[in-house]
């Protein structure tokens, strides 16, 4: 209750910005055992899956050349939500080198396909939702007093509100078909934590056995702030007028209930004079 009387949230366009980026295979990319291919294989489906996010929300999408990180460096801090669909690298002996790999068209100029987590801790995006559609975007080495130096933690130290990030290397396909159903919800009105979730049932009722172990679809994880991006579909209540009112009957309840007893003691010392 306190924090929805501080933050005030407000329901804005929840206009989104939605990377897709297209690789071709080079190998001048250092990769490790952690990304989810080794020689940076197209993504087949996440165009598709910023496609159907446009579909449900008022989405600026950015795929193939276009992908890349001056693009994210110059766009990101103006948009409600930020999506990036892409490959990932964890480096857990050197965790401030974990990065987000761009298009790779430019074979000249490797540093600015990949944003690191050193430089996102320079960064100001204070988008209220990012979701880190990449491998092991939650994953990273623990330290004593820090705890996981994450991709998701830096974001999270960059501003943004509220980070749906992976714990392994989640799978392409059933990624997209998850976070199409994750943006239905959260425009249906529901929080981040219950858009997921409902996503994920969904997800085992649409798909066979094969397709239903935790790794496709148990790997996405919502953190920080829960609140709804948008309106509910259902009538909207207005929680704090209704605890105000109440707060007010509760401090005139003595009030009254002082009237009831003194009239009592009235009624009582008038038929005790009556009888006398």
């Given amino acids: 209750l306190f924090n929805n009387f501080v933050n005030d949230i407000k329901f804005s366009n929840n206009k ?4 897709a980026p297209e690789y071709i295979n080079n190998g001048n990319i250092n990769t490790n055992v952690n990304s989810r291919n080794k020689s940076l294989n197209p993504l087949k489906f996440t165009e598709k899956e910023v496609e159907s996010i446009s579909k449900i929300f008022n989405t600026s ?4 050349r276009n992908a890349n990180y001056t693009n994210f460096l110059k766009l ?10 892409m490959h990932a690298e964890v480096d857990d ?11 790779n068209f430019d074979n000249s100029s490797i540093g600015e396909k990949q944003v690191t987590v050193a430089d996102i801790y320079n960064m100001d995006i204070n988008s209220k939702l990012l ?8 994953k990273g080495k623990i330290r004593n007093g820090e705890g996981t130096l994450s991709l998701a933690r830096a974001f999270m130290y960059a501003g943004c509100k509220s980070i749906v990030m992976t714990l392994w290397s989640v799978e ?3 990624s997209s078909v998850l976070m199409e159903s994750f943006y239905k919800n959260l425009n249906k009105g529901y929080t981040k934590a219950k858009a997921l979730q409902l996503a994920k049932v969904e997800y ?3 798909n066979p056995p094969s397709k239903t172990h935790p790794y496709f679809w148990a790997g996405f994880i919502p953190v920080g702030d829960q609140e709804p991006v948008a309106k509910s579909s259902k009538t909207d209540i207005n929680w704090a007028f209704i605890f105000i009112v109440a707060g007010v009957g509760f401090g005139l ?11 009592s003691i009235r009624r009582k010392l008038r038929s005790r004079m009556l009888i006398k």
């Fill in 93 to 103: 002996k050197q965790p401030l080198n974990s990065k987000l790999l761009f298009s």
């Fill in 61 to 64: 999408i950015l795929t193939g």
């Fill in 76 to 85: 990101s801090k103006d948009f409600d939500i930020v999506h990036l669909a």
């Fill in 253 to 263: 309840t003595p009030i009254f209930t002082n009237r009831k007893i003194k009239r």
């Fill in 131 to 138: 979701v880190l559609s990449a491998c092991n975007t939650g």
């Fill in 172 to 174: 392409d396909e059933s």
């Fill in 16 to 19: 989104v910005l939605a990377f």
């Fill in 204 to 206: 085992l009722k649409n």
